[in-house]
Structure formats: C-alpha cells, structure tokens
C-alpha cells in the first residue's frame, strides 16, 4: 500500500448498517428454504419423482452457504477499510488472508450514491463506483461499493465523482 502522506481519505463502514445489511442478506438466503419447499409440493402433486433426502440436502446447503456469507461480512469487518490516495482507490480486507483491490480514479466511468431506507435511518450512505477492466481483448464493467459511510458526502464531493455522478 502507498505511504500515508499520499492518502486523501480513509475510512470504514459503520457497524450496526453494515450489521443490519448482514442480517437482511441471511434472512433473504433463509428465505429460500419456503419457496424449495413449495417447489417440491407442487413437483410431489405433479407425481415428479420426490424424494426428502434431495430435499434436506438442499435445505441444508442453503443453510451453509447463508451462515458462510453473514459470518464472513462480520468477520472480515473489523479489517475492512477504504482509502483514497490522490491516483487510486484501494478497498482492503483480512479475513485469513489479505484482499485488496486497488483502481485507478480515471477507470472510473460512473459514480453514485445509493440510500436505502435502512441507509437514512443510520444517516450513511453506500458510494458505487462503476469501472471498465480490460482482460486482453474484452472489456468488463465492474462495479465496487463503499459501503455505509458516515462522511458519504465528502467522498462524493471529490474531483474524481465530478460529472460522473448520477
């Protein structure tokens, strides 16, 4: 990482948005279980084959996948951080190993800010940021979040987002 005298920004989501977001997404992945269940009524009436073992096993992966996805947000919060530096951003977390993805300001092609009513309750802001990555001959268009900041509208007021903003 660039040394600290070339950082314009750094920051963390807050926690209890992030927490709360963490929670709406298990509850979503949770509620996945009634509806493989409906399936599987309806399928059992059409006299498809049904057997409860494929269904537990569903059920279960489910489970596994949804506990995995909330733990690892919660986990890795404590070393989440975003920092902007006068050429790049650099979204950095640890969970067992260090993750850092790191852009260019000018890859930048669109910048907004996205405010849920979970988002305005807790007075934070989630920064999107949409880049172009070129992987030899194709272009990808990526998209990288800020998550629940506090000082969204500073971070928005940067000359990076100007005219770019939606």
């Known amino acids: 990482m660039e040394s600290v005298k070339n950082e314009t920004w750094k920051g963390k989501p807050s926690y ?7 929670i709406w997404i298990l509850i979503y992945r949770f509620s996945h279980i009634p509806i493989i269940y409906l399936i599987s009524l309806i399928t059992k009436f059409l ?16 489970i596994i996948f949804a506990i995995y996805e909330f733990l690892n ?19 950095s977390t640890k969970l ?14 669109n910048c907004w800010i996205e405010r849920k009513w979970i988002d305005k309750y807790f007075e934070v802001g989630t920064i999107i940021f949409t880049i172009i990555e ?25 000359e990076f987002c100007q005219g770019k903003m939606r």
């Open 134 to 158: 070129i992987d030899g001959k194709e272009q990808n268009e990526k998209e990288y979040r800020l998550e629940s900041l506090k000082d969204y509208q500073i971070v928005s007021h940067f």
């Open 96 to 109: 067992f190993k260090k993750k850092e993805v790191k852009f260019d300001l000018n890859s930048i092609q």
């Open 47 to 62: 006299m498809i084959i049904y057997d409860w073992k494929t269904l537990l096993f569903l059920f279960s992966v489910i």
């Open 73 to 91: 947000r919660q986990l890795s919060y404590n070393n989440l951080t975003y920092s902007i530096n006068n050429d790049s951003i650099c979204i």
């Open 16 to 22: 209890f948005p992030y927490l709360t977001k963490s």
